[in-house]
Every structure is written in structure tokens, then in C-alpha cells.
């Protein structure tokens, strides 16, 4: 049992209730990602230790931020394999997650782990992150946008802000390296409608590994402009 006494300690240091259910939806899950992973890319990371450090501790430290841990209602753009947003929902079954993906086949394991899992409040959605911000349903619709997705501060703002509603928060999850990348972020974030509020360390027990969530509020509605047709935002970075 000695993952759950990491995980439960994880889940301690942020004031989390962990216990033997959501452990075994966990384990579960994790199972489900290396059997998929043969078929499609999901992870670089198989061995079980580091699965569970650098995939479900980093996912859980998202709740170091009061702004997540006060939300209701948040999406997961580029999800990949449901990080950060399954973790979320495991830990607290009472936040709605939608998680979003341009890749149909990793939406098609979302919704294995989700029937298998019998979660409910999730949903998975196949489709680009500049195009579903422009539907009503999810513009400017959640308390809290996160993304672990690996694309720099002013591309992720593009892709993310939009789908916050005023006083909402987008919680990007970044390594340790954050400061230049913010810089660089930063007209991107006013554009959109943003303002950095903070930058929180975090660190994953047992491990040397120091991460940052990026914490950035909405304060004033996304130019209707925004996002721009999908590709522009990296290609073509608001600078």
C-alpha cells in the first residue's frame, strides 16, 4: 500500500479527504491508460511509481490553488490523456469537468475511463480548443479553465481565457522555469481579458521535482476576435 500512503499524503498536504475508493479509481484509471497506451500515445511514463508521481501528484497539486478548490464548474483544454482533469474529478467528485481534445481516439479512451470508472459530472468533448470557445455553451461558461498542455503562456491564454467567465480563474500547470515564459505571456493575458494574479510553487512528494501553477483571473470580457481560427495562436502569438 505504499501508493496509497503517497497519495494520501499528496492529498493531506492540500487538505484533501483521501480514501480506499478513490485510490482503487486511480489504480484503476492508471490501468486503463498503459493498456490503452499500446494502441495510442498517451504517455511516456509506464514505470508505476512515476506514473503515479508525475501524472496523479502533479494533477492533485492543482488544488494547492484556493481558486480551483472554489470552483464548480471547469474545463480541461488539451487533456491528452485526462490530466490534469480526472485526478480533479476523482479527488472531488462535486466539481463538473469538461475535457477537451483535438485528437478523437484520446477522446474515445476518455470515455472508456469514464464508463469504467462510472464517474459522473465529466464529459469529454473531440474538437479544437478555438472552436468551442466560440459556441455560447462553453464562452465564457466555467469558473476555471486548467491545462497542463505543453504550449507557452501566450498561446495556452488564447486557447483558455475565453471559456472563463468574469472573475474565473485559468490555471496553467508549468515546470520550473515559469518567469520568462510569463513575461513573454503577458500582453496575451491583458488582450484577453486577464490579469497574473500569482505563481504558486508546488512540489511533488518523494521527488526533487518543483512545479508552478500559473494563476491568472478574468477581469473583464475576451474580445469576441478571440480566439482567432485554430493554429493562429502559435503560429502567430498575441505579442
Not at 508525475?54 to 484556493?66: Q, Y
Request: aromatic content about 8%; overall charge neutral.
Amino acid at each position: 500500500m505504499k501508493f496509497f500512503e503517497l497519495l494520501n499524503k499528496a492529498c493531506a498536504n492540500e487538505g484533501l479527504e483521501f480514501d480506499e475508493d478513490k485510490y482503487n479509481k486511480l489504480m484503476q484509471y492508471k490501468d486503463l491508460v498503459i493498456e490503452w497506451n499500446e494502441k495510442i500515445n498517451l504517455t511516456a511514463i509506464t514505470e508505476e511509481e512515476e506514473f503515479i508521481k508525475k501524472h496523479f501528484i502533479d494533477s492533485i497539486k492543482v488544488f494547492r490553488s484556493s481558486e480551483l478548490k472554489n470552483s464548480k464548474k471547469i474545463i480541461d483544454i488539451g487533456t491528452g490523456a485526462g490530466f490534469p482533469g480526472i485526478p480533479i474529478k476523482i479527488i472531488n467528485p462535486d466539481i463538473e469537468v469538461v475535457l477537451l481534445d483535438s485528437l478523437n481516439k484520446r477522446v474515445n479512451f476518455l470515455n472508456e475511463v469514464i464508463n469504467k470508472l462510472q464517474l459522473k459530472g465529466v464529459t469529454a468533448i473531440h474538437g479544437r480548443a478555438e472552436d468551442f470557445a466560440r459556441e455560447k455553451k462553453y464562452r465564457e461558461a466555467f469558473d476555471a479553465a486548467v491545462s497542463r498542455a505543453v504550449a507557452n503562456m501566450a498561446v495556452l491564454s488564447e486557447l483558455c481565457i475565453p471559456y472563463v467567465k468574469i472573475n474565473g480563474h485559468f490555471i496553467a500547470l508549468k515546470g520550473p522555469a515559469v518567469d520568462e515564459e510569463i513575461q513573454e505571456g503577458l500582453k496575451a493575458v491583458t488582450t484577453l481579458g486577464g490579469v497574473v494574479e500569482k505563481v504558486i510553487e508546488v512540489e511533488v512528494e518523494d521527488t526533487d521535482l518543483n512545479h508552478n501553477l500559473v494563476i491568472v483571473k478574468k477581469i473583464k470580457e475576451t474580445p469576441k476576435v478571440y480566439p482567432r481560427k485554430a493554429g493562429t495562436a502559435s503560429k502567430k502569438p498575441i505579442k
